[in-house]
Nanobody, 123 residues
Framework: VQLQASGGGLVQAGGSLRLSCAAS????????MGWFRQAPGKEREFVAA???????AYADSVKGRFTISRDNAKNTVYLEMNSLKPEDTAVYYC??????????????????WGQGTQVTVSS
């Protein structure tokens, strides 16, 4: 499985961005998918996850502002980010878990990773 994240950029506080992660290879619909982020000098942290069946989970810091979704026909998972804050600045990574029922919040819950896309929120 190869994952390609896109959609990052520079946005002012309060703005919105939509990240996309396109998957190739094995059956995308069978995977659990997640988004993580890593700010400079910090560990990679969980942002959101979606099961193959569509169940979702969010980090408390983004709940109510971010929405994860998937389109199995397009082999793509999305992260809609609204009301962005400077503390959301990070490199965002998508990840795939072969255990499709997972709503994993840990890095080692996932088997495949994309290359990351930079999100910068200015104050």
């Amino acid at each position: 499985v190869q994952l390609q994240a896109s959609g990052g950029g520079l946005v002012q506080a309060g703005g919105s961005l939509r990240l996309s992660c396109a998957a190739s290879g094995r059956a995308f619909s069978s995977f659990g998918m997640g988004w993580f982020r890593q700010a400079p000098g910090k560990e990679r942290e969980f942002v959101a996850a979606i099961r193959r069946s569509g169940g979702v989970a969010y980090a408390d810091s983004v709940k109510g502002r971010f929405t994860i979704s998937r389109d199995n026909a397009k082999n793509t998972v999305y992260l809609e980010m609204n009301s962005l804050k400077p503390e959301d600045t990070a490199v965002y990574y998508c990840a795939a878990a072969t255990q499709g029922w997972t709503l994993g919040v840990r890095v080692y819950d996932y088997n495949y990773w994309g290359q990351g896309t930079q999100v910068t929120v200015s104050s």
